[in-house]
């Protein structure tokens, strides 16, 4: 099993940046593929950023890509999600996630944080 702890999140001015952290507890940590997604107010969930096990492979969904880096540190336990050029509309409650499997529908994770709140003004 999995517990996942999400971290630096927070109100920033659109252009600027923000590193999200997620701290991972268990052994198997890197058995697991990595993601993270986001929520906004009344909207579905939907995938942001994915890496794999061993951290070769990551992918991005369009809307971040270009503007975001996922990165994971298997001696900490740790996933990074660095995002800059922030828009307002990447507002949204960020979580991170772990699956046994290489799929990017949220349905497929099988352990989620709390998420983190990430809000950016126009």
């Known amino acids: 099993q999995v517990q996942l702890l999400e971290s630096g999140g927070g109100l920033v001015q659109a252009g600027g940046s923000l590193r999200l952290s997620c701290a991972a507890s268990g052994r198997t940590f890197t058995s697991y593929r990595m993601g993270w997604f986001r929520q906004a107010p009344g909207k579905e969930r939907e995938f942001v950023a994915a890496i794999s096990s061993s951290g070769d492979n990551t992918y991005y969904a369009d809307s971040v890509k270009g503007r975001s880096t996922i990165s994971r540190d298997n001696a900490k336990n740790m996933v990074v999600l660095q995002m800059n050029s922030l828009k307002p509309e990447d507002t949204a409650v960020y979580y991170c996630?772990?699956?046994?499997?290489?799929?990017?529908?949220?349905?497929?994770?099988?352990?989620w944080g709390q998420g983190t709140q990430v809000t950016v003004s126009s």
């Open positions: 996630a772990a699956a046994s499997v290489w799929r990017l529908d949220p349905k497929y994770f099988d352990y």
